[in-house]
């Protein structure tokens, strides 16, 4: 059990992060740009000037950078600074059977969000929204083998860009099968 505290608490403290990244992003001066983490091609930029071996994938127009506050986990913006995404895969110390659903049950009573409902952007998946911290979390995947997306901007002006953002992430997955 204690395992599985700290677990969510890794995740509490990732969610958190994943927040105020995408508020400073959002509230950021767009003058404020950063060309060599933004792609230029469908489906890699490069993660550091510094180390050219490195590549993260990334869709066109969208930054990418590894999320300090969590292991296995990107946080994306898109151009416009309108939209950030982080996405984590959730694999790492889970022990018993956990499916998208008991999970995301799970997270969204530890950090007092709303009950997660089927998601209407990916199948099989569960979301809940967390009001106070400006985020929705969308947990998918298979049973054990789990990914959680937050999302902080998303709104009917951003949610084309969001589909596309999902058709991506459904590439990269196909690619990696």
Do not use: H
């Amino acid at each position: 059990m204690k395992k599985r505290n700290s677990l969510f608490g890794i995740l509490t403290l990732g969610l958190l992060s994943t927040a105020v990244f995408a508020e400073d992003a959002l509230n950021s001066n767009a003058e404020k740009t950063t060309p060599d983490k933004v792609s230029t091609t469908f489906e890699v930029a490069q993660a550091n000037s510094s180390d050219t071996k490195s590549v993260l994938p990334c869709p066109f127009g969208w930054s990418v950078e590894p999320n300090p506050s969590l292991d296995n986990s990107l946080s994306y913006l898109n151009a416009q600074k309108t939209l950030a995404v982080s996405v984590t895969s959730i694999t790492k110390g889970l022990q018993s059977l956990v499916t998208p659903q008991s999970y995301a049950r799970v997270a969204s009573e530890q950090m007092q969000c709303q009950v997660p409902e089927i998601s209407n952007l990916i199948e099989g998946a569960w979301s809940f929204d967390c009001p106070k911290d400006k985020v929705e979390a969308i947990v998918f995947g298979d049973n054990n083998n789990l990914v959680l997306l937050v999302i902080s901007g998303r709104n009917a002006d951003t949610e084309k860009e969001l589909e596309g953002f999902i058709k991506f992430l459904a590439y990269e997955a196909k690619k990696r099968d």
